[in-house]
């Protein structure tokens, strides 16, 4: 291992920070309007499938890279393929993925930062339930000239302090802390949902399959889930693999981070469509069902309303706060790996970075948004980048990788720990692996540049 690396300290570390980096605004601000928008049930059931079939494929191919090569993405590939320099490429393709992800995931998270205080002052209850005030005031907000990029960068330096306490003390130490505060407070809302009048419809919505509202695009849609909620195709879960020791189990600690993924997903469709068919709202209210819905939502409920409104805007950032440190963390280490300086200065250089570019990004909904990149705003060009370019073409070139060009000794190696464990479903690994999955990622891919 390189001497900038470290390793988590125990499985229990690693299950945690790799759900850290997988569950994030994907499963909970992405992946409820997301199932809305393609019929609920039936999405859920396609979602499950590829998650489990071909996203912890994925997941398991960038842990195998990752321990093996002991390297951030550029030299891990290039180690593993030592005749072949050009897959040093595909690590800085996966790193510069990583970096534009970061950027616009901070305006996001800038934008439930700024949700938390609103509601915390009583100005989104201020509002009162009709939906125009709601909607307005996201508008306002977002297009405001400096509160989106204050509280993005309150954000980031928080993300910056986290990475700076190192992988044991900061990501990890961290990880442990977050996520069990995550999980309670998206069971405390699951709980408020079930119990208003209604709730039931949200459930039948939810879990009973219609397949006549599923389209080829909603099964399209439903990998594209997949990926993005598993962080994979964006070099992260390659450099957490490096830090996994070496005498853990990948195949079980990926299928660890596959469930509590799906179930965070579960849960935060079980929080927000009981309440939203109980207040009578569209299901299907697109990207704004957190920002312009939900708030109408905790609105109805009174003065309770106030309290749950902070604990679900809090959840979102917890949730972003998460993911944002395996991003930040993979630009760092490989930076400090590729010119031997210390951890703060990568961490300092790319927190300043990304935040400077978060801030133009953030702008684009105001005061940058005459300025266009092929009839898109800045966010939503980098939007369309981050989803249907980069990271698709980052798992695709991995899993080839793995599949036909690493030795398979060397990953056999790696799933049975040198020989000490079973693996009886390499079999079906590695033809998922050499076939399935890429095919299915060329399919989005194709598919994402036609639509």
């Known amino acids: 291992m390189s001497t900038q690396q470290k390793s988590f300290s125990s499985s229990l ?34 979602y499950c499938c590829f998650v489990f079939l071909i996203g912890s494929v994925l997941m398991m191919s960038e842990f195998i890279i990752g321990r093996r090569a002991q390297h951030t993405p550029v030299k891990a590939f290039q180690t593993l393929a030592p005749r072949h320099k050009a897959w040093g490429l595909l690590g800085l393709l996966g790193i510069i993925t990583s970096f534009f992800i970061l950027s616009q995931y901070l305006v996001l998270s800038g934008w439930t930062t700024g949700y938390v205080w609103d509601s915390i002052t009583g100005a989104l209850a201020s509002l009162g339930t009709s939906a125009a005030p709601i909607s307005d005031y996201f508008a306002q907000f977002s297009a405001h000239p400096w509160r989106p990029a204050l509280f993005l960068v309150i954000f ?13 003390k900061g990501i990890e130490t961290f990880s442990k802390v977050l996520m069990p505060i995550l999980v309670l407070l998206i069971l405390i809302l699951c709980v408020r949902s079930l119990t208003l009048p209604g709730a039931v419809k949200g459930l039948e919505y939810l879990f009973s399959p219609d397949f006549s509202k599923l389209t080829g695009e909603g099964i399209l849609a439903a ?38 993924d799906t179930l965070i997903a579960i849960l935060a469709g079980i929080a927000i469509f009981p ?35 902070i604990i679900f805007f809090l959840l979102l950032t917890v949730a972003a706060l998460t993911s944002a440190i395996s991003l930040l963390e993979a630009l760092t280490a490989t930076f400090s ?28 909904f105001g005061t940058l948004s005459h300025i266009k990149i092929g009839g898109l705003t800045l966010f939503d060009f980098i939007d369309q980048v981050n989803s249907i370019y980069l990271p698709p073409i980052c798992a695709l070139g991995t899993v080839v990788f793995l599949g036909w060009v690493m030795p398979d000794a060397d990953v056999r190696d790696e799933l049975s720990n040198h020989g000490t464990l079973s693996i009886r479903f390499y079999g079906l690994f590695r033809f998922i692996a050499r076939y399935v999955a890429p095919l299915a990622l060329l399919v989005v891919f194709v598919s994402g540049i036609a639509m």
């Open 13 to 46: 570390g690693a299950i945690m920070a790799a759900v850290g980096s997988a569950v994030g605004l994907g499963n909970i601000w992405r992946f409820p309007y997301t199932c809305g928008k393609y019929g609920g049930g039936a999405f859920l059931l396609v």
């Open 156 to 168: 980031a330096v928080l993300v910056l302090v986290i990475i700076l306490c190192g992988v044991q």
């Open 223 to 260: 990998l594209g889930q997949a990926l993005f909620s598993l962080s994979v195709g964006m070099g992260v879960m390659l450099v957490y693999g490096s830090y996994i020791p070496v005498n853990e189990n990948i195949f079980s600690t990926a299928m660890w981070i596959t469930v509590c």
């Open 275 to 309: 309440a939203v068919f109980s207040c009578g709202f569209n299901p299907a209210g697109g990207p704004g069902l957190v920002f312009c819905v939900l708030p109408n939502v905790f609105n109805t409920m009174g003065t309770a309303g106030v309290v749950f409104s």
């Open 337 to 364: 790996e590729h010119t031997h300086s210390r951890r703060y200065v990568g961490a300092l250089l790319f927190f300043l970075l990304t935040t400077a570019l978060g801030v133009v990004f953030s702008l684009s």
